[in-house]
């Protein structure tokens, strides 16, 4: 009998690391399947049940998955982030937009071979948002969801109709077929902020400059930010980044009243960040000079969410906010990282 499996995409990236270290604490009933395009790093191997190198555009692969596996639940991890996706913003489209139509209808031929639904997770992002002017931004504050949607990134705007995507196929699919029933993609997704991992270096994002400016510090090299000292955008660690994802997978379905929330722990400037680094690691260099077309990014990203629907539908609650993220775990993790060598 084939064991009910957990696909984690894109499971080399930052979110998949943290992600596979808790299912290997919670000792998670199913096997876990990751899938990346790169061979799965060392110290994850034996944390899965199968590490499979590949594409999420290869169709065959995908087939050849399910035959092997029963997936009853999905991470869909895998994309091209917002400033590698401004370079080649076709192949973005494919990777962020394709990929996820094929794990939808990977998870949808699942859920009608099994008989249950199968909970897709989602990883969306503030780039969905689109300020058009930094005192909008400051005038704004804290953004609710459905407020200015319009990214100005390939990023934000596949992030943003792949949002669509789920909830179409988690509400209204094949609406007007004759025998029409649920497709059984239980789709759920989180907007994240800036993400920081004491364990990992992201690549290829645009909210990158914070933990590249932390790491720089811990291993005694300078940095030179490219944003200005007033880009204020929020953010997030990695062990709350986590905890969001697995606490939304768990939540009762019939407690979620929106499919995509925001969830948010602290907002930083890139000043007050410069600041934190600075006391944590007394002889870091940090310089500012701003790479104009990257830093307009930032500027259209709120500088803060309204998380309240997360809080209320699934009793969201980060561990860290700025004192708690940079005292108790980045500053000591990533120490502990670079002193074991
Ligand atoms: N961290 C991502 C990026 O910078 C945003 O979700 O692209």
């Known amino acids: 009998m084939r064991k009910p499996a957990v696909l984690v995409t894109g499971a080399n990236g930052e979110v998949g690391y943290g992600l596979i270290e808790n299912f290997n604490k919670q000792k998670l009933e199913m096997d876990v399947i990751a899938l990346d395009i790169r061979k799965l790093e060392k ?42 996706a401004e370079f080649t913003p076709d192949t ?7 990929g996820t139509l094929n794990l939808l209808r990977l998870a949808h031929e699942q859920a009608r071979w099994h008989g249950n639904p199968v909970k897709f997770l989602f990883p969306s992002s503030i780039a969905v948002y689109g300020l058009p002017s930094v005192g909008a931004k400051k005038e704004t504050g804290r953004v609710r969801e459905k407020q200015w949607n319009f990214p100005t990134t390939m990023y934000g705007c596949n992030k943003s109709y792949c949002e669509h995507l789920g909830r179409y196929y988690a ?44 790491h ?22 990695m062990p709350d980044a986590i905890k969001s994802l697995v606490d939304l997978a768990a939540a009762p379905a019939d407690k979620l009243s ?27 260099k940090v310089t500012f000079e701003p790479d104009l077309p990257r830093a307009r990014i930032v500027d259209t990203w709120p500088a803060d969410v309204d998380d309240s629907p997360a809080r209320s539908d699934w009793s ?5 906010d700025a004192d708690a993220a940079f005292d108790k775990y980045l500053v000591p993790a990533i120490r502990k990282r670079y002193a074991d060598g």
């Open 92 to 98: 973005a489209h494919r990777v962020n937009v394709d």
């Open 216 to 237: 720089a510090a811990a291993q005694g090299n300078p940095y030179a930010c490219f944003v200005s000292e007033e880009a204020r955008i929020p953010f997030m660690v």
């Open 43 to 84: 110290g994850l191997r034996d944390k899965v049940s199968a590490a499979i190198v590949g594409d999420i555009l290869d169709e065959n692969l995908l087939q050849r998955l399910v035959s092997e596996y029963e997936i009853h639940a999905i991470y869909h991890l895998a994309a091209l982030l917002s400033t590698r």
């Open 258 to 284: 929106q499919r995509v929330y925001n969830v948010s722990s602290f907002s930083l400037s890139a000043a007050e960040l410069r600041d934190r680094v600075v006391k944590a690691f007394p002889d870091a």
């Open 316 to 320: 969201w609650q980060p561990d860290f």
């Open 171 to 214: 509400l209204h699919y094949r609406q007007l077929a004759a025998d029409a029933s649920p497709s059984g993609v239980d789709f759920r997704a989180i907007r994240f902020p800036g993400l920081i991992s004491a364990m990992t270096l992201p690549s290829g994002g645009t909210s990158d400059y914070a933990a590249e400016m932390i």
